[in-house]
């Protein structure tokens, strides 16, 4: 690979060291963490997918509201720097990679103590997409995305597992149906759960994607650190099952308030 290629990760590590910031679950899975009540969250995430050829570089901005501990919406508008040379995918569970707008609602419709720190939570999602100014396909009709998860949280241990189904309008010319999945497991070595500024988790993520003709499974870590209001992830994945496309990397800030 051309060293050319790499020049935008560096970017993004500048980018790191300026913003101090991020989300406040996995990279790229499905996670139940909600805004409280009256909370707001702005997110910032730069996506590549790299491929045989050509690779994909964008960023997405997200900004959410919590109309209550467990009811969070949000909206998120992608900036295309450049196209990848890829079949279509959703890339994660939140911050999608694509051209799309999209308005998303989480619902935690269950939430269960089962100790000290410890809790069995559910959530289900839904939402509204459309092309946006980038779309590759400028003709993309409106498009609904519908899905679950669920999992446990403690101070040492994080598990969750979840999907999703995205589906465009009939007419729509491609990628009228697409099902995304993901399995995700955390944990937080005793170092790590000490207080001492910055609180680390690291991930295993698992995710899969489906759609016409194609269906693709990814594995990798990622890691998780919040600091009072901020947070910063970074995430790799590789396929599991081959194709074209050799690497994920992801690197998400966020501020909460």
Not at 53 to 62: E, F, N, V
Not at 119 to 148: F, M
Not at 213 to 225: E, I, K, W, Y
Request: net charge positive.
């Amino acid at each position: 690979m051309r060293m050319e290629r790499f020049a935008p990760l560096g970017l993004w590590l500048c980018g790191a060291i300026a913003m101090n910031g991020s989300g406040h679950g996995p990279a790229f899975g499905l996670a139940t963490p909600t805004n409280p009540k009256g909370g707001w969250s702005a997110d910032l995430s730069l996506m590549s997918r790299i491929g045989e050829t050509r690779d994909g570089w964008m960023m997405r901005g997200a900004l959410g509201y919590g109309i209550t501990r467990d009811l969070k919406v949000s909206v998120s508008a992608p900036v295309v720097f450049r196209r990848e040379l890829l079949p279509a995918a959703r890339f994660a569970g939140f911050m999608p990679m694509g051209g799309d707008v999209e308005v998303l609602s989480t619902w935690r419709f269950h939430r269960k103590n089962t100790g000290v720190g410890q809790r069995w939570e559910s959530a289900v999602l839904g939402g509204l997409l459309a092309g946006g100014p980038q779309a590759a396909d400028r003709s993309k009709r409106i498009g609904g995305l519908a899905g679950i998860v669920t999992g446990y949280a403690s101070r040492e241990h994080y598990a969750w597992g979840g999907a999703t189904v995205q589906t465009r309008a009939a007419d729509a010319p491609v990628n009228r149906r697409h099902v995304f999945y993901s399995g995700v497991y955390g944990y937080r070595p005793a170092a790590w759960r000490r207080d001492q500024g910055w609180d680390w988790r690291l991930f295993g993520e698992l995710t899969g994607e489906q759609s016409t003709g194609s269906h693709r499974v990814f594995l990798g870590p990622s890691l998780l650190g919040v600091y009072k209001n901020y947070g910063i992830s970074v995430g790799a994945q590789a396929p599991m099952n081959g194709g074209r496309e050799r690497f994920r990397l992801s690197l998400n800030f966020a501020y909460f308030f």
